[in-house]
């Protein structure tokens, strides 16, 4: 089987073969940006290769390869920003995230989360998932989430960011509605239903001639109710609300 390391290694080989760029004060100002060689270009574009497989042990080899490669990818992202927030003035590496940066604020502060909990040994590489997004969930957990996650076999590189959200909702049932709350709740489901019944009774008001607010007056409107909508027991002042 035609292997992608082995392309990677035959192309760094060629590239040290390579010349070297020009140096010293015989070189031209526009020599300092030297083009990428044919090597490097090459082993750039295998890199990035579907390498031809045929069966499934070579599918499932070239898969691996390249989820391993996606973890410790954004593992490095996350180490070089602790690393960067370390060294860098007050205020630059703010600015860098901001300006300099392919991702947001939040994305960056996942991959300094995770790369963290590696680092400290709170989560172990070997259970690392592939993608910071899945990892988050799992190194923002408390210490006894953690523990029960790992019981029911939750901390392993498969696992989805579904599974942990449900998870994690399974442990944390919702707060008390306070008095407030509820008031509240009701308060805005009243003016849902005040706005609804007014649309109901303009539309009532223009296409049909009805107000249904002028009850025994002239406009007014009288419902008519068949007896077998009517359940049995029932009397009118029951329907009537008396």
């Keep these: 089987m035609v292997n992608v390391k082995s392309f990677m290694k035959k192309a760094a080989e060629q590239g040290k073969a390579a010349p070297a760029a020009p140096r010293g004060p015989a070189a031209s100002p526009a020599s300092a940006m030297v083009a990428p060689s044919k090597a490097d270009r090459r082993a750039s574009d295998i890199s990035d290769a579907i390498v031809p497989c045929h069966t499934r042990q070579e599918f499932a080899q070239e898969i691996r390869y390249h989820w391993n490669r996606s973890r410790k990818e954004f593992l490095s992202i996350g180490r070089y920003l602790n690393r960067a927030k370390e060294i860098l003035p007050h205020g630059d590496f703010e600015s ?5 940066m392919p991702f947001s604020v939040e994305t960056a502060f996942r991959f300094r989360a995770v790369a963290e ?7 172990s ?17 408390s210490p006894e989430e953690l523990e029960r996650a790992k019981a029911e076999g939750l901390i392993r ?6 599974q942990l959200i449900e998870f994690k909702r399974s442990l944390r049932p ?3 509605v ?3 709350d509820r008031r509240r709740q009701l308060l805005d489901e009243y003016a849902r239903l005040a706005s609804r019944i007014a649309a109901i009774r303009e539309e009532l008001r223009r296409d049909h001639g009805l107000d249904p607010e002028r009850a025994g007056g002239q406009g007014g409107i009288t419902i008519d109710v068949e007896a077998e909508d009517i359940p049995a027991g029932t009397d009118g002042d029951a329907l009537a609300g008396r």
Excluded at 125 to 141: C, D, H, K, N, R
Excluded at 157 to 162: A, C, E, G, N
Aim: zero cysteines; charged letters at 25%; proline letters at 10%.
């Design 96 to 100: 860098m995230i901001q300006s300099d």
């Design 117 to 123: 909990a590696v680092d400290t040994g709170r989560l």
């Design 125 to 141: 590489l070997e259970v690392l998932p592939g993608a910071e997004s899945v990892a988050y969930q799992i190194v923002t957990m």
């Design 157 to 162: 590189p498969d696992v989805t960011r579904r």
């Design 174 to 176: 919702p707060k008390d």
């Design 178 to 180: 306070t008095p407030n």
